[in-house]
C-alpha cells in the first residue's frame, strides 16, 4: 500500500509539471506560476541584479499598492548570477517566490531565465499575477528589455493585467 502510495504522488508530481492542453487550447501549467526568458540588451549581470533589488527594495510593503499589486516585494538573496525574492499581495497576503538566473549574453547584454511560482500549493489559476509579479519587478528597474513567454509556460499569460496585479 505505501509504494502504491509513492508511486502515485510521483506519478501526479510528474503531470503537474507539464503544461496542460484540451485540443489545441493551451491551459499552461497546473500550478499557478511563470516562467520566462527575458534579454536585457545592454547590461551586465551583475547591473541588472543590482537593478532587481533596487526595484524590490522600492516596491516593498503596502503603502505604495494603491488599488493594485505593485507592492510587496522582498529581497531574499541576489549575486551576479542569481536572484532570490518574494512577492506577496496586500489584501490576503498570498506569496510568490521569484528567482532569476542570470548569463552573459556575450554580445554585452544579460539573459535571465525567470521563474515566479505561488507558494500556496493548491492554486492553479491566478489572472496572470506570476506573469506580473516578474513584468512589473522587471519594468521597475527601468531597463531595456525583451520577454520571451507565452501560455504553456505562464499560466494565464495572455489575460494578465499588470495594471491591477
Do not use: R
Not at 510521483?10 to 503544461?19: I, M, R, Y
Not at 500550478?31 to 545592454?42: E, I, L, N, R, Y
Not at 517566490?97 to 531565465?113: I, K, M, N, P, R
Amino acid at each position: 500500500k505505501n509504494q502504491k502510495m509513492k508511486f502515485t504522488l510521483l506519478a501526479l508530481t510528474a503531470v503537474a509539471s507539464q503544461a496542460f492542453k484540451i485540443g489545441s487550447y493551451d491551459l499552461g501549467p497546473l500550478h499557478a506560476s511563470c516562467k520566462m526568458t527575458v534579454t536585457f540588451d545592454s547590461d551586465v549581470c551583475k547591473d541588472v541584479s543590482d537593478a532587481l533589488a533596487d526595484a524590490a527594495n522600492d516596491l516593498s510593503g503596502f503603502d505604495s499598492c494603491g488599488s493594485g499589486e505593485k507592492c510587496g516585494y522582498t529581497v531574499s538573496d541576489h549575486s551576479e548570477t542569481d536572484w532570490s525574492g518574494i512577492h506577496e499581495t496586500p489584501s490576503k497576503h498570498y506569496k510568490d517566490d521569484l528567482t532569476f538566473s542570470f548569463s552573459d549574453t556575450g554580445s554585452g547584454g544579460c539573459e535571465a531565465e525567470a521563474y515566479s511560482t505561488s507558494e500556496t500549493w493548491y492554486a492553479v489559476l491566478d489572472s496572470g499575477t506570476n506573469y506580473c509579479n516578474l513584468h512589473n519587478l522587471i519594468e521597475h528597474t527601468g531597463l531595456s528589455y525583451s520577454e520571451d513567454v507565452s501560455d504553456s509556460d505562464c499560466t494565464q499569460y495572455s489575460s494578465a493585467d499588470c495594471e491591477k496585479y
